[in-house]
């Protein structure tokens, strides 16, 4: 005689949840001014498009399906996690219709994609003696050990924009542009 098992609390049966193939009606690009977009994504209308443009042979959808998320779709929705410091379910709830796993996917295809394109933008010493050399510099001048560039923002004055002028108004009160540079011993 077999022991009686008690039955589960949760029905973990055949019940899948009904998809939901809603789509936002609001095209970002269209809708939101510039000030808007840069507050959301961190890039205006043209920076946008130059990042999809960039991008798109790498993470445009193989699919002809009819609910696969264009280049654009994609980019946004991976500039938007990154602007926002938020939760992949935050982002859900932003895009309505975009499942977690989807946009963890989205996310990581982007990234992948940008970071297949990264030496096209950002030089780094590429023989040993040219390493070698920034090595020994940087540590004759600040006593760095194996270092071979250094990094640092900074704030560069500018005259007040006519536009978005509140955007341009650092923490000390005057108009600036925030900068990261990346430097070897040169200040090359």
């Keep these: 005689m ?24 609001v095209d970002p690009l269209n809708y939101y001014s510039e000030e808007e977009l840069r507050s959301r994504y961190r890039f205006g209308r043209e920076g946008i498009n130059i990042i999809v443009e960039l991008l798109s042979d790498k993470i445009a959808p193989s699919t002809r399906r009819n609910h696969s998320l264009s280049a654009m779709e994609q980019v ?15 982002i859900c709830d932003t895009f309505l219709s975009y499942d977690k796993s989807t946009v963890s996917r989205v996310f990581r295809r982007v990234t992948l994609a940008l970071a297949s394109i990264v030496n096209n933008f950002v ?3 590429t ?12 540590f004759r001048i600040g006593g760095f050990p194996s270092a071979i560039g250094c990094i640092d923002c900074t704030h560069v004055r500018i005259k007040a924009p006519s536009q978005n ?24």
């Design 165 to 188: 002028e509140p955007d341009f108004v650092n923490r000390k009160g005057f108009h600036s542009v925030n900068v990261q540079a990346i430097c070897n011993h040169e200040g090359n």
């Design 76 to 90: 946004l929705v991976t500039l938007r996690f990154l602007a926002s410091g938020s939760f992949l379910e935050v």
């Design 2 to 25: 077999a022991a009686h098992r008690p039955q589960p609390f949760f029905n973990f049966g055949n019940t899948r949840k009904a998809r939901d193939y809603r789509r936002e009606l």
């Design 123 to 125: 030089k780094f010493p």
């Design 127 to 138: 023989t040993a003696n040219d390493r070698d050399e920034i090595k020994h510099g940087l």
